[in-house]
């Protein structure tokens, strides 16, 4: 008899895995905090909170309560023709953080369904209100999902390269990178000479470009850019899936911009990275263009799994200890860490930038050539760390930390001493070679 573990290759096919060269997974058998534990009680400090999705620590005893209570009430029911209390407390209390013209909650399942479900949303908006709208204007590098309608509106590369001539057409403009705001606002500019009445929605990773790199730019920036949207008539759909629940310093990235979107989308921190799900919000305006007597402008879009009572028991009891333990202060205390780790490292001769934003801060590390997903750095960064008990994976050569909140200031340091460390060993390397 092999030992489970033993039998993952046989049977398993892994996320953005590359099999024949991976090194085989580690087997993970709990969590305690921010900390993974392994088969033979190895301890992981989780320093990018599982893919983004964890918010106050793993297995958390209060979450796991909460969901286990609604597990013996109700696990699930279709949600069409049917509702349940988990899914319109938690739509009440999401309405109540988001933007203040955002009106009803749409459930799905994941990040990539939420931008789905607002894609469609945007072009059946206008569809139901008699015109044809079918471009989208993104931003170049951005990262929506892995379905075909986030695809689109994704960076056009290696990840999407094999479907490229089955995504549909999307207008790419220049992220408003810190002194690059006026080029952004000239491209913007030239689409709505050319393009004005064919755009449905202009899409976005609010104030941090995630799998790009976690390349960072102003509200000020992100305001210009959707009053201009606005004041042109074209949609915006801010993509809070990874920036939601407090990872820029705000609840939403969007609080800190003085402009609101239309459409927003959330997943990983909304059940606090407790189970599988999505949700994009509405704003009255667009709710309206569905309501009719008119069959036809039935938004027709479900999952089997809409609204999973489990799934909204633990994003209520997330938004609970969001307000029981004031865990804003705690990404405040992360962020002052990261702000001081920052003026530490800045100059080393290795780090060609590092910028943080609220819990996130990224590293990018010279090496000759521009920055890339593929860099050949990224093996070795990501196995040292792993060495060392810590999980960073790295975006090429970009490292960065996006802690579950519950990190402590000692851990924290845990993972400065290990980047440390790491540019220090790249430094004798480069210097021996
Ligand atoms: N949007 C953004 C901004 C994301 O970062 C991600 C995932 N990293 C997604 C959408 C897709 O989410 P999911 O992986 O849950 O489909």
């Given at each position: 008899m092999t030992a489970w573990f033993e039998d993952d290759k046989q049977y398993v096919w892994h996320p953005f895995t590359q099999a024949k060269l991976s090194d085989p997974p580690?087997?993970?058998?709990?969590?305690?905090?921010?900390?993974?534990?392994?088969?033979?009680?190895?301890?992981y400090l989780d320093a990018v909170a599982s893919w983004w999705t964890n918010i106050h620590g793993h297995a958390h005893p209060y979450l796991a309560e909460k969901l286990a209570e609604q597990a013996r009430k109700l696990e699930h029911v279709i949600f069409a023709g049917f509702t349940h209390q988990p899914a319109v407390d938690l739509a009440g209390r999401l309405l109540k953080r988001l933007?203040?013209?955002q009106s009803k909650i749409f459930y799905?399942?994941?990040?990539?369904?939420?931008?789905?479900?607002?894609?469609?949303?945007?072009?059946?908006?206008?569809?139901?209100?008699?015109?044809?709208?079918?471009?989208?204007?993104?931003?170049?590098?951005?990262?929506?999902?892995d379905t075909f309608g986030a695809m689109s509106t994704s960076a056009r590369g290696t990840f999407t390269q094999p479907f490229a001539d089955m995504l549909f057409d999307v207008i790419f403009i220049d992220p408003p990178y810190p002194g690059t705001e006026e080029a952004t606002m000239e491209q913007l500019?030239?689409?709505?000479?050319?393009?004005?009445?064919?755009?449905?929605?202009?899409?976005?990773?609010?104030?941090?470009?995630?799998?790009?790199?976690?390349?960072?730019?102003?509200?000020?920036?992100?305001?210009?850019?959707?009053r201009m949207c606005r004041e042109n008539g074209w949609l915006t759909i801010a993509d809070e899936v990874m920036t939601g629940f407090g990872r820029t310093g705000t609840f939403f990235a969007c609080d800190q911009v003085d402009e609101n979107p239309d459409i927003v989308c959330m997943s990983k921190g909304l059940t606090a990275g407790m189970l599988p799900m999505g949700a994009t919000s509405a704003s009255d305006q667009i709710y309206q263009a569905f309501w009719s007597d008119d069959r036809s402008k039935t938004l027709f879009h479900g999952?089997?799994?809409?609204?999973?009572?489990?799934?909204?028991?633990?994003?209520?009891?997330?938004?609970?200890?969001?307000?029981?333990?004031?865990?804003?202060?705690?990404?405040?205390?992360?962020?002052?860490?990261?702000?001081?780790f920052r003026t530490k490292i800045r100059h080393h001769p290795l780090v060609k930038d590092c910028r943080h934003t609220g819990v996130i801060i990224a590293i990018e590390i010279e090496t000759g050539l521009e920055s890339s997903y593929f860099s050949a750095l990224r093996d070795q960064l990501y196995r040292f760390f792993i060495?060392?008990?810590?999980?960073?994976?790295?975006?090429?050569?970009?490292v960065y930390i996006l802690p579950p909140y519950c990190i402590s200031d000692f851990e924290l340091g845990l993972l400065y001493q290990s980047i440390e460390e790491c540019l220090d060993k790249l430094s004798v390397q480069i210097h021996n070679s």
């Open positions: 580690i087997p993970i058998v709990s969590g305690e905090g921010a900390w993974l534990i392994d088969k033979d009680g190895g301890r933007p203040s013209n799905s399942d994941n990040g990539s369904t939420a931008v789905e479900v607002a894609l469609k949303m945007a072009i059946q908006y206008w569809h139901n209100r008699g015109e044809r709208r079918r471009k989208f204007i993104a931003l170049r590098g951005a990262y929506h999902g500019r030239h689409q709505i000479e050319v393009n004005g009445d064919q755009v449905a929605a202009f899409i976005f990773e609010p104030l941090v470009l995630g799998t790009a790199g976690m390349y960072m730019y102003t509200p000020a920036a992100l305001a210009a850019m959707m999952h089997s799994f809409t609204a999973n009572p489990l799934g909204c028991a633990a994003g209520l009891a997330s938004l609970g200890l969001f307000d029981q333990n004031n865990v804003m202060d705690d990404v405040q205390r992360i962020a002052l860490n990261h702000a001081t060495s060392q008990y810590v999980l960073l994976r790295p975006l090429g050569n970009i």
